[in-house]
């Protein structure tokens, strides 16, 4: 189907967004058995379906569906503070074992500082060499030498490991080279983590990237000096042409830059967050008629692996039933044909047209410190876009039942004291977000509209 084609067949009201993860197959696989143990051939028995990247540096053999620690359920403490439900974790760890995913990703600061820890008491049941660890230099708020080697040493404690199979500078792009300059090579910490790697505690090299193409044409130049062994991009059908330039960079640049250098990369944000986990009726039922027995989120992992040069892709796990679905779409991969990827295209472009804030619940702008939910309007904002539930005149169809059903859902789904109105603009959000979302005129915006519905002035 061609894409003029699609966008015709699919006009659709107001909604959209969504589809997951990423995925691709290659080689040989790393097997496990049922207990994570090695078999006697040194790899495992259990997971001969999954697809296996081999990392052409090493010859590590990484799964290509990675977990993603980043959204591990929470539950209330003993004291009424948010805690990670390690319970769950340590299951979803023994699925995701189970089924061969190999490669976990945190960092110091993901889920209040907890993820962490919460990954070392799961994975430390399994013996070490079963799999790869990935976190994170995640000094944004503190770039001093002793505080960040501090954060480097204390990462070993909670994660229970003498070595990093993965290690990167989190989320650098936003000022190039200037802003890298000063948070890494001015205090000397380029020089200590290069001797890490030389010492073996670290294994791998590498960086996260959000930023404009400028400042990615900076960092990459630095792999002459530096010989990044990975480099970790935000990747997905929607972000491949559509990134919100320029501050961001498409998909596609960033990933033919890096495959030129036969840098090997590792995805994150397959799904935006979720916001490619649920499209509008239209686009799910061509997407279903196409693949009857697969999931609509399934199409997106596959146009992520359907790319060589993915060593892995992250996706944040939050229950069994994702999980499995996600192991299901590994298992077997089947990359996406040319004409498929042109299809998706077709979606993407559909998906552009909605007046969506381009937020993946990433939580780097929380706590906000006045209180506001910034997440929580997004993400309700964002499901009446994809539902067709915004109010956009007062002469149109079911004013009265759009207008009760935005205003009930918002406060319900918001407290007031949290809600986009409280905003004082004081910017402190701006420069966590990786999306580089301005959030603060987001949040004007959408306060205006809530005001204009609730003084009926539309």
Same mark, same amino acid.
């Given at each position: ?15 959209? =967004? ?34 296996? %990247? ?9 799964? =290509? ?8 359920? $929470? ?13 769950? !974790? ?7 074992? &189970? ?17 962490? &820890?919460? +990954? ?114 935000? $990747? ?6 559509? +990134? ?6 498409? &998909? ?43 999931? !609509? ?12 040069? @993915? ?15 996600? #192991? ?7 990359? #996406? ?12 472009? =559909? ?5 969506? @804030? ?18 929580? *309007? ?12 915004? @109010?956009?005149? +007062?002469?149109?169809?079911?004013? %009265? ?5 935005? #205003? ?5 789904? *918001?407290?007031? @004291? ?27 915006? *959408? &306060? ?11």
């Amino acid at each position: 189907m061609k894409r003029r084609d699609f966008l015709k067949d699919a006009a659709i009201g107001a909604g959209a =967004l969504a589809l997951a993860g990423c995925s691709s197959g290659t080689v040989r696989e790393r097997k496990t058995d049922g207990a994570g143990s090695d078999a006697e051939d040194g790899t495992a028995a259990n997971s001969s379906q999954m697809e296996i %990247r081999t990392n052409p540096g090493n010859g590590d053999r990484v799964s =290509l569906l990675g977990f993603g620690c980043m959204r591990w359920p $929470m539950i209330k403490g003993p004291l009424g503070t948010d805690v990670i439900d390690q319970e769950t !974790v340590n299951a979803l760890v023994d699925q995701a074992m &189970a089924g061969g995913v190999n490669y976990y990703d945190t960092s110091p600061v993901y889920l209040q500082g907890q993820s962490e &820890a919460a +990954a070392g008491i799961a994975l430390s049941r399994y013996p070490r060499d079963s799999y790869y660890l990935a976190t994170k230099l995640s000094n944004f708020s503190n770039h001093g030498r002793a505080a960040s080697i501090r954060m480097y040493q204390n990462s070993f404690k909670a994660l229970r490991t003498d070595y990093f199979d993965y290690y990167l500078l989190h989320s650098i792009g936003r000022g190039g080279y200037k802003a890298f300059k000063e948070r890494y090579e001015d205090n000397g910490l380029m020089d200590f983590v290069l001797a890490e790697r030389k010492a073996g505690r670290i294994r791998n090299l590498g960086f996260s990237f959000h930023g404009a193409k400028s400042d990615f044409d900076e960092l990459i130049a630095l792999h002459e000096k530096y010989h990044w062994d990975f480099v970790q991009i935000e $990747m997905n059908y929607l972000d491949w042409r559509h +990134a919100k330039e320029p501050r961001n960079t498409n &998909a596609e640049y960033l990933y033919n830059e890096l495959e030129k250098r036969g840098i090997p990369m590792v995805i994150m944000e397959p799904l935006l967050g979720g916001r490619l986990a649920k499209l509008p009726d239209a686009a799910t039922e061509k997407l279903l008629q196409r693949e009857p027995g697969s999931s !609509v989120a399934s199409w997106a992992f596959r146009f992520v692996g359907s790319y060589p040069g @993915v060593l892995c892709c992250l996706s944040g796990m939050t229950n069994a039933e994702v999980l499995g679905e996600n #192991l299901k779409t590994f298992s077997g991969f089947k990359p #996406l044909t040319e004409e498929e990827k042109e299809f998706l295209m077709g979606v993407a472009d =559909l998906l552009d047209s909605f007046p969506t @804030v381009p937020c993946t619940a990433c939580q780097y702008c929380m706590p906000c410190p006045y209180g506001i939910d910034i997440p929580g *309007i997004f993400r309700h904002y964002n499901e009446m876009v994809r539902t067709g539930s915004m @109010v956009t005149t +007062a002469n149109q169809d079911d004013y %009265r039942r759009l207008r009760r059903k935005y #205003l009930v859902s918002y406060d319900r789904a *918001i407290e007031s @004291v949290r809600q986009a109105d409280h905003c004082i603009h004081c910017r402190q959000c701006m420069s966590h977000c990786p999306q580089s979302i301005r959030i603060p005129a987001e949040l004007s915006r *959408i &306060a205006k509209y809530v005001e204009n519905l609730r003084k009926g002035s539309f």
